[in-house]
């Protein structure tokens, strides 16, 4: 045929090499570097400036949140503790109005007879009864009682000058006994000495009763402070300040009780009982009206320390300085309320360091619960990281399983599995985690376990979206002539699928996958925010952020929250950035 | 069948497409893509295609590979029905029917080096023994014009033209006996169209191929068929051997085509047919003849009663009320043989103008 000859300029063109010359383009053949579509577009992905800086966030985000873990000298759940002064409670002190009673040992004097001492007291009544008991008081300064029992000897009958005695049993009188109480009854007196003792006389009619009286006990509002904790015996002994009370009164410089001489130097309001030994003075006591006590039994409050502390209160201050049981000097302050006095003491005490601001132990500070900010923030970044990996492998699987199947078979398993897309497309995500994280509080699920329960219950509620792409991607794919093609030329299903199709699906399927890591990661740090996601002592940058939710917190500790908000934004915009830089890297056309 | 060199033959075939819609997809239509077309091919003969876009003419060529579903119809390949046959046996019949796509870039897998593309189905169906294999597909590719370092490269690397060589060694390297070459051209640059022709027409000659070669550009059509349908809204109107239906169209619709060919002589005069409006939908086809809504010959007739294919001699087919001997209708349409006798060498005279300005 002539047209042949005509059409073939060459008939030995297609054999022969050189045929393909004129369709070599310059950017062909010998001349470029030959790249696989895998370098290329790492190639395209390498230039793409936001993507690197994605990239290199990404890597930061990594390195930060796995290997910060490592160097971190800290722990995830280290309490940070700090010492402080803080005024403690030392001792009280008050101004006694009160009477203060000091009963001999082996004495009974409290309750009724209390009431009716100080009954007969505001009455001026010298005697007065509680029970079968009588007592009777005298006055021997200024609030200053003694108290006495009297005990019934002997009734008696004056009659024409003589005295018929009627004794109580068991008791003995002697000839000059009586002899000096009927001189008292003669003159009518109705109490009269006799040795030691002073002895009563009541009427009643023309029986009279003697009765003698028996010290008991003492009121006095002195308050007596021992130098030495074994003077305190002494000084609740109703020996000692009676004779200690009596020198007062009397303005003695000494007194004496059981041999030992005792010696008193007054001082304004106070005064100090000094006792006598080896022809030396050691201080023994102070007296004076303020009652002081320590707040613990630990502390034993030096006579020294209430001396100053008095001096401190009369003079009306704040603070005073004085030593302690361990010999230290100290500071102290007074609190007055009314007329109660609080020392407090400077003592440091262990405290948790919460919201420390940022320094060289805790560069972002601590947190409210005393924990290293930036520390939690590296394990936070694990957990959030490693949510949204997992989840988003789920995602994966489930997606591509479904996806793939209903793209691939078409029809109507397709028809049904996207109806089931569509169906857990319709499941309204927010309000179902949030009734499954407060139903897990109710049961207070353990924090690990709330971790997989939350990233199971993600992925389920997450795959739709990959499924419809890969769907998507699958369907055009079979319609593309290189899928029909590996039909035609016979190849087994299996390889076309795994050679054909899952290579082409992979890219969208790595972009997807990219992008919905972002997006994991801020899901799952709104629920910790909102506390239903990971929850404390596990930390999660969205748990570390609910630090806002406190006013306070979020205005004053900034270091708290913010960095931990910084990083999600940081961590999402570089899932977003490396995923577009995929997307266009993968497919330039698709570049807007 | 009956003939020994028949190697395809397809009776009656239809291949609709369902339209569906709604939340269960329901089907609410039919596409008739192809409805009933009925051809042969020879064993190393070449058919040509032809009608406009949308008529149906991709769907013939991947229905008679099975590539889809069929309708309604048979197809022969040898003498066997290829829908008749399991999976197995339909994969292991596969080698021998191939198909080249219009579109040389989307027909090749992006992630696979060249080589693997056209060697992966050799290896697949064994054509040669391993230790032959490199060999083989090193030849296959040179005799399509491609290098051995090629092998290597992604299809991404390679123009239009070279992508068509790809896809024609893939198909070459199966050894058919029949392609389907769906506009191989089309896509390509007027300057590399020729080399792909010649390309095809000498490996026809030389692994004897039977082609189905489907192009709306006529002149491609004219210069490799030996055969030639005409299909208009899926169904084939007219069919007859080259010169035949080239020197003496029936059906108005060809003629109508053929009247388009451009002719650059001006003393070669030829009335154009101009086609009024556009092709209908195959979803919703014109009753009866589906060319009446643009036939300037239509009759009443016509848009009711469907035309059948009759034999106007020598195996030229018509499917027009026009040659219905009981159509009782004067009206002949005018050939214009002229025209149409110019069309061969005009064709001729561009080719040699394309093939000059770009050398060897
Ligand atoms: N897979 C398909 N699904 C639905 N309709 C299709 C499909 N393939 C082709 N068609 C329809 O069938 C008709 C014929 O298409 P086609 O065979 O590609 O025409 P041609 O190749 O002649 O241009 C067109 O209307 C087209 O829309
Ligand atoms: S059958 Fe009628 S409408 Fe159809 S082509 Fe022939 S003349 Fe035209
Ligand atoms: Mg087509």
């Known amino acids: 045929m002539t047209e042949n000859k005509t059409f073939h300029t060459d008939p030995d063109e297609v054999k022969d090499p050189n045929a393909i010359q004129p369709e070599i383009h310059l950017d062909d053949v010998q001349r470029v570097k030959v790249l696989s579509p895998t370098m290329l577009v790492l190639k ?29 000298p800290y722990r995830q ?74 005990k019934v000897l002997t009734d008696v009958i004056v009659l024409a000058g003589n005295g018929r005695f009627t004794p109580a049993a068991g008791v003995e009188l002697t000839e000059d006994f009586q002899t000096a109480a009927l001189e008292a009854l003669k003159s009518s007196q109705t109490a009269f000495e006799y040795g030691d003792d002073e002895y009563f006389i009541s009427r009643n009619g023309k029986m009279n009763t003697i009765s003698v009286a028996h010290e008991i006990a003492l009121a006095t509002k002195l308050v007596f402070a021992a130098y030495e904790p074994e003077a305190q015996p002494l000084l609740n002994s109703l020996d000692f300040v009676e004779q200690a009370q009596l020198a007062l009164i009397n303005d003695a410089d000494s007194f004496a009780v059981g041999g030992v001489l005792y010696r008193i130097v007054i001082d304004e309001d106070s005064a100090i009982i000094y006792r006598s030994q080896d022809d030396e003075d050691h201080p023994f006591a102070s007296v004076s009206n303020i009652i002081v006590n320590p707040i613990s039994p630990d502390i034993f409050l030096s006579v020294d320390f209430k001396r100053t502390l008095n001096e401190a209160i009369a003079e009306g201050k704040t603070t005073f300085t004085a030593v302690t049981q361990n010999g230290t000097e100290e500071t102290f302050t007074i609190n007055r309320v009314h007329e109660t006095y609080t020392v407090y003491a400077q003592r440091t005490s262990q405290l948790i360091d919460m ?81 499954l994280g407060s139903v897990m509080d109710t049961l207070k699920v353990n924090p690990y376990a709330r971790i997989f329960i939350l990233m199971t219950v993600l992925g389920l509620l997450g795959w ?129 | 069948m009956n003939d020994n060199n028949t190697m395809l033959e397809v009776k009656n075939l239809q291949k609709f497409f369902p339209i569906k819609s709604g939340f269960f997809g329901r089907v609410v239509g039919q596409v008739k893509a192809v409805d009933g077309v009925s051809f042969s091919i020879e064993r190393g003969k070449t058919m040509g295609l032809v009608g406009e876009s949308g008529c149906g003419k991709t769907t013939v060529g991947k229905t008679i590979l099975r590539l889809n579903s069929k309708t309604g119809g048979e197809v022969y ?101 029949f392609v389907v070459c769906d506009e191989p051209v089309s896509a390509l640059d007027v300057s590399i169209q020729a080399q792909i022709i010649n390309l095809l027409e000498d490996l026809q000659k030389e692994f004897n191929l039977a082609y189905l070669f489907i192009s709306h550009d006529l002149s491609v059509v004219q210069h490799i068929s030996d055969t030639v349908g005409v299909m208009y809204l899926g169904n084939l109107v007219e069919f007859a051997n080259k010169d035949e239906i080239f020197s003496n169209p029936l059906h108005p619709y060809t003629k109508a085509l053929f009247s388009a060919i451009p002719i650059p002589d001006p003393t070669v005069r030829r009335n154009r047919i101009i086609l009024e409006g556009s092709i209908p939908s195959p979803a919703n086809p014109p009753s009866g003849c589906k060319f009446h809504t643009r036939c300037t010959y239509a009759m009443e007739r016509c848009k009711v009663e469907v035309p059948v294919q009759l034999d106007k001699g020598n195996g030229h087919m018509v499917a027009c009320h026009l040659y219905d001997d009981n159509s009782g209708s004067e009206k002949q349409p005018e050939t214009d043989e002229a025209s149409f006798r110019a069309i061969g060498e005009q064709y001729d005279k561009a080719n040699e103008n394309k093939t000059e300005s770009n050398p060897a």
């Not at chain 1, 793409?48 to 910060?68: D, E, K, R, V």
């Not at chain 2, 219009?102 to 693997?116: A, I």
């Open chain 1, 355 to 435: 919201y420390a601001p940022p320094s060289n132990e805790h560069l972002l500070g601590t947190d409210g619960n005393g924990m290293d900010v930036l520390t939690r923030l590296m394990y936070g970044g694990r957990i959030s990281l490693l949510v949204g990996f997992v989840v988003v492998f789920f995602e994966v699987i489930l997606g591509v399983l479904i996806g793939g199947v209903a793209g691939f078979f078409g029809g109507i398993i397709d028809t049904i599995l996207m109806r089931i897309v569509d169906l857990f497309n319709s499941i309204p995500f927010y309000p179902i985690v949030i009734i």
């Open chain 1, 77 to 150: 759940q280290q309490v940070f503790r700090k010492y402080e002064l803080i005024p403690k409670e030392y001792a009280a002190a008050a101004i006694n109005k009160d009477l203060r009673y000091i009963v001999q040992t082996g004495e009974n004097f409290s309750g009724p007879s209390l009431a009716q001492f100080v009954l007969a007291k505001n009455k001026g009544e010298p005697v007065f009864s509680a029970g079968d008991r009588d007592y009777s008081y005298t006055e021997k300064g200024e609030d200053f009682y003694l108290i006495s029992e009297l």
């Open chain 1, 464 to 592: 739709t979206n990959i499924a419809r792409v890969v769907r998507g991607q699958i369907l055009s794919l079979r319609e593309q002539d290189f899928m029909v093609a590996t039909e035609a030329t016979g190849i087994r299903i299996s390889r076309r699928i795994f050679r054909h199709l899952v290579p082409n699906v992979m890219p969208l399927l790595i972009v997807q996958a990219t992008l919905a890591l972002g997006n994991i990661i801020i899901i799952e740090a709104t629920l910790s925010f909102l506390g239903l996601g990971v929850k404390y002592p596990i930390a999660s940058w969205g748990n570390i952020i609910n630090a806002a939710t406190n006013l306070h917190v979020m205005t004053s500790y900034w270091y708290v929250w913010i960095p931990a908000g910084i990083l999600i934004v940081l961590t999402v915009l570089g899932f977003n950035f490396v995923g577009d830089g995929l997307r266009d890297a993968f497919d330039p056309k698709m570049k807007r």
């Open chain 2, 77 to 177: 390949f040898n003498g066997k029905e290829i829908f008749g046959l399991g999976n197995a046996e339909m994969l292991k019949m596969r080698p021998h029917m191939q198909i080249i796509f219009q579109d040389p870039y989307s027909s090749l897998s992006p992630r696979l080096p060249v080589g693997e593309i056209i060697g992966e189905a050799v290896r697949e169906h064994q054509i040669v023994p391993p230790n032959e294999f490199d060999d083989y597909v090193t030849r296959i590719m040179q005799a399509c014009g491609l290098q051995e370092y090629h092998k290597d490269r992604y299809p991404h690397e390679f123009s239009g033209g070279q992508r068509q060589r790809i896809c024609i060694a893939r198909a070459l390297a199966l050894n058919p006996d």
């Open chain 1, 44 to 72: 395209r992905f390498l230039r793409n400036q936001l993507a690197i800086l994605g990239l290199a966030i990404l890597i930061f985000m990594f390195a930060f949140s796995f290997l910060g873990g490592l160097f971190s």
